[in-house]
């Protein structure tokens, strides 16, 4: 995996995250790819997930999450 962080076209600052085939492989198997971004300078930390639904996509999620944590399955918003 690599990551770099810059400034994008319009002036916004961009994080770059490239995946390895191994990564996606991992994700595939339910093991979900957690990026700490603190060395990027961003105080984030992202968890990448795939999965063939969003139930599928729940069960990974798994530990990583607390109890006031909101998802949102995006299939049901109405788009502007």
Same mark, same amino acid.
């Given at each position: 995996?690599?990551?770099? =962080?810059?400034?994008?076209?319009?002036?916004r600052?961009? !994080?770059?995250?490239?995946?390895?085939?191994? +990564?996606?492989?991992?994700?595939?198997?339910?093991?979900p $790819?957690?990026?700490?971004?603190?060395?990027?300078? $961003?105080? !984030?930390?992202? $968890?990448? !997930?795939?999965?063939?639904?969003?139930?599928t !996509?729940?069960?990974?999620?798994?530990?990583?999450?607390?109890?006031e944590?909101?998802? =949102?399955?995006? =299939? +049901?918003? #109405? #788009? +502007?």
């Open positions: 995996m690599i990551r770099a =962080r810059g400034t994008g076209a319009h002036g600052p961009i !994080l770059f995250i490239g995946l390895e085939e191994e +990564n996606i492989k991992r994700m595939k198997d339910g093991k $790819v957690h990026i700490h971004c603190d060395d990027q300078g $961003v105080a !984030l930390d992202i $968890v990448l !997930l795939a999965g063939k639904d969003v139930e !996509l729940k069960e990974s999620m798994g530990e990583l999450i607390g109890p944590t909101s998802v =949102r399955d995006l =299939r +049901n918003e #109405k #788009k +502007n």
